[in-house]
Nanobody, 125 residues
Framework: QLQLVESGGGLVQPGGSLRLSCTAS????????VAWFRQVLGKEREGLSC????????YLANSVKGRFTYSRDNAKNTVLLQMNSLEPGDTAVYYC??????????????????WGQGTQVTVSS
């Protein structure tokens, strides 16, 4: 059973940076598509990025393009989300998710079977 744990969230001033990590255990992450989502209380979960198992298929939301980058290291069973130029509107709980498949990924939350517990990111002066 795949388990995901996010880390790296916290409080940062506008314009600052954070790097979120999602570490998998229980199974090799290499056979899974992975994604990052965020959610503000009372709103739907927003898909930010996804990577297919071989990183051949990728997606990054327009809302974070140019500020966020993401990567995966299958050897370390880790997915990273580097967030730069953070804005107050980026304040949310950030989640990583995984779905066992090859060759594709999605930013639809219902597509994913495995979720981390989330990490809070707060952007405020």
């Amino acid at each position: 059973q795949l388990q995901l744990v996010e880390s790296g969230g916290g409080l940062v001033q506008p314009g600052g940076s954070l790097r979120l990590s999602c570490t998998a255990s229980g199974s090799a992450l290499g056979g899974y598509a992975v994604a990052w989502f965020r959610q503000v209380l009372g709103k739907e979960r927003e898909g930010l990025s996804c990577l297919s198992s071989n990183s051949a298929y990728t997606y990054l939301a327009n809302s974070v393009k140019g500020r966020f980058t993401y990567s995966r290291d299958n050897a370390k069973n880790t997915v990273l989300l580097q967030m730069n130029s953070l804005e107050p509107g980026d304040t949310a709980v950030y989640y990583c998710a995984a779905h066992r498949t090859a060759g594709s990924c999605s930013t639809m939350a219902r597509w994913y079977d495995y979720w981390g517990q989330g990490t809070q990111v707060t952007v405020s002066s």
